[in-house]
T-cell receptor
Framework: DGGITQSPKYLFRKEGQNVTLSCEQNLNHDAMYWYRQDPGQGLRLIYYSQIVNDFQKGDIAEGYSVSREKKESFPLTVTSAQKNPTAFYLC?????????????FGNGTRLTVT | AQSVTQLDSHVSVSEGTPVLLRCNYSSSYSPSLFWYVQHPNKGLQLLLKYTSAATLVKGINGFEAEFKKSETSFHLTKPSAHMSDAAEYFCVVSLGPRKLSFGAGTTVTVRA
């Protein structure tokens, strides 16, 4: 079955450590996205990529980095510069064209930093 | 610019009774509109979408939504709630892949 796989499901880190969240899709979608979800705030866009080897900052990119070396993969690194990293992170993919194509979401990674 | 407001942060219904989740939006252009559902610790699943065709849109699991341009609303309804409908629901306005706005979400509780 086609879909988006995020791993791990739960991640615990100490403050000051960088951590990388994995996102893989086999939907052959060009575009991939990272969102952060906090209670009562909906989803906020961190980074997005429309094609391989290209990505753009979203609304809350500070303290995060990404790469897009393969069409299928879009890992997100949460760096020690991110002031409040504890959150639920969602990866999504889409065809990347038009405004009527919905996004497909992974099951998320819950990151806890102490 | 666009924005979306979900008018209720929490809705509680009895099993077998109707569900109404309210969503108002603002947009400078004609957007596409989506409803997603999220179960605990899961990703978002598409329920239905409006893309300027029929104003009454049918989705999965018995949900439907009506687009009303004059009221800038896109309310989600289901005639008879089931226990499995307990989840969080998000209304989304889209002007393009980079320009999605998510509502803050409505949590639905279903009482037996």
């Amino acid at each position: 079955d086609g879909g988006i796989t995020q791993s791990p499901k739960y991640l615990f880190r100490k403050e000051g450590q960088n951590v990388t969240l994995s996102c893989e899709q086999n939907l052959n979608h060009d575009a991939m996205y990272w969102y952060r979800q906090d209670p009562g705030q909906g989803l906020r866009l961190i980074y997005y990529s429309q094609i391989v080897n290209d990505f753009q900052k979203g609304d809350i990119a500070e303290g995060y980095s990404v790469s897009r070396e393969k069409k299928e993969s879009f890992p997100l690194t949460v760096t020690s510069a991110q002031k409040n990293p504890t959150a639920f992170y969602l990866c999504a993919s889409g065809t990347g064209s038009g405004h009527n194509s919905p996004l497909h979401f992974g099951n998320g990674t819950r990151l806890t930093v102490t | 610019a666009q924005s979306v407001t979900q008018l209720d942060s929490h809705v509680s219904v009895s099993e077998g009774t109707p569900v109404l989740l309210r969503c108002n939006y603002s947009s400078s252009y004609s957007p596409s509109l989506f409803w997603y559902v999220q179960h605990p610790n899961k990703g978002l699943q598409l329920l239905l979408k409006y893309t300027s065709a029929a104003t009454l849109v049918k989705g999965i699991n018995g949900f439907e939504a009506e687009f009303k341009k004059s009221e800038t609303s896109f309310h989600l309804t289901k005639p008879s709630a089931h226990m499995s409908d307990a989840a969080e629901y998000f209304c989304v306005v889209s002007l393009g892949p980079r320009k999605l706005s998510f509502g803050a979400g409505t949590t639905v509780t279903v009482r037996a």
